[in-house]
């Protein structure tokens, strides 16, 4: 059914335990995967007459920065993806709108599913914070899989129950 997921991944745990998933589901359709990193865009802080406000990178470091934990995030999937047999490709591009990014990135390799984490926030925070995966749900034509960690849902019940 699915040939080629496209898994946006951050470094957090949340999409640590996504990519995990989404390269079982792979596994399971024969579908390749397409990880994908979106960094921010640089901004120079002025404070003032300073161009730099102490403490902060230069655009090199910054760049050089981005480029070196991008490349820990993506690299980690590979080895799960490979360690599978899995089609694996790695792509990462700078933007602050950070669900077109993701919905562009899949429309450009030829993605047939975006598999992407959710916090699970209520939809009044989604409101006030406006999620990225809500955004993408509403803004993709291409089909979003929304995976939800089971670890957070016994959390909640284990806090109802309490």
Request: positive net charge; glycine residues 6%.
């Amino acid at each position: 059914m699915f040939t080629r997921i496209l898994v946006p991944i951050d470094g957090s745990k949340l999409s640590k335990e996504s990519a995990i998933a989404a390269v079982s589901l792979a596994r399971n359709l024969g579908a390749e995967i397409v990880a994908f990193v979106v960094t921010p865009v640089y901004k120079m802080r002025v404070i003032e007459d300073a161009a730099f406000a102490p403490g902060t990178l230069s655009e090199v470091d910054f760049n050089r920065a981005v480029k070196r934990s991008s490349k820990t995030y993506l690299g980690e999937i590979q080895t799960m993806a490979e360690a599978r047999g899995i089609v694996f490709t790695a792509a990462q591009v700078s933007s602050d709108k950070i669900a077109p990014a993701i919905i562009e990135a899949a429309e450009k390799h030829g993605c047939d599913l975006i598999f992407i984490g959710s916090h699970g926030r209520s939809n009044l925070v989604q409101i006030f914070l406006g999620g990225v995966t809500t955004k993408v749900l509403s803004l993709s034509s291409i089909p979003v899989m929304v995976y939800r960690s089971p670890k957070k849902k016994a959390k909640r019940a284990a806090a109802k129950r309490a």
